[in-house]
């Protein structure tokens, strides 16, 4: 684990090895968390894995579970989740018809309540509910797919969240999901993100260890500057 206030580099497991889990998590035991997409095939035309492979993969990760749920009706399945033992659960505003009650639902089961938004949700959707939540997800892709292209365009939307959050006093972390490389790293942390997703580039790495090092390295030049 980074330090207080350090930049937290999540690995999404998308781009591991799904027969070779328990190995591939190993490998990651530098991160800070480990990314868990829940997909449905519904909210987003992609279908992963369920509460059975989330509670298999608490009981095999070295680090806390960052857990992502792109699925419809969060109010109704987001707790289990949290039941699990995640450390994290972040659900799309876009599918909850009570994002507030589910944020305290959430915190109440011990869990952190995240809160994520798709690329043509507007920032402002966000502003009433802000010390509601402990992390905002601003997807720099589409939600569904891993191995997209980092989109710039999302960075103003980014920086008005945090701009916001820090006019108001919310001590939410920011996290972006989509793209995210060493090469795209710097921006989304100048924009205001101290939480990252990387897919491929840590585990198409050589080596991993080095790839969460840089990546942390990286941002943490970038978020510093930024405050």
Known sequence: MTPPGAPRINPSILSADFVNM??????IATADFVHVDVM??????????????VQRIQET????LDVHLMITDANRWAPG???LGAASVTFHLEASHDPVALARRLRGIGARAGVAIKP???????YEHLHEFDQ???MTVEPGFGGQSFMPEMMPKLRALAEEARRVGAPVWFQVDGGISESTIAQAAEAGAD???????VFGAADIDVAIAD?????AEHVHANR
């Open 120 to 126: 043509g949700t507007p920032a402002d959707a966000l």
């Open 195 to 201: 939480t990252f997703v990387a897919g491929s580039a």
């Open 215 to 219: 990546l942390r390295a990286l941002a």
């Open 81 to 83: 989740y949290a039941e």
């Open 61 to 64: 990760s070295p680090v806390p």
């Open 22 to 27: 328990q190995a591939d998590l190993e490998r």
């Open 136 to 138: 905002i997800l601003v």
């Open 40 to 53: 449905d095939n519904h909210f987003v035309p992609n279908l992963t894995f369920g509460p059975q492979m």
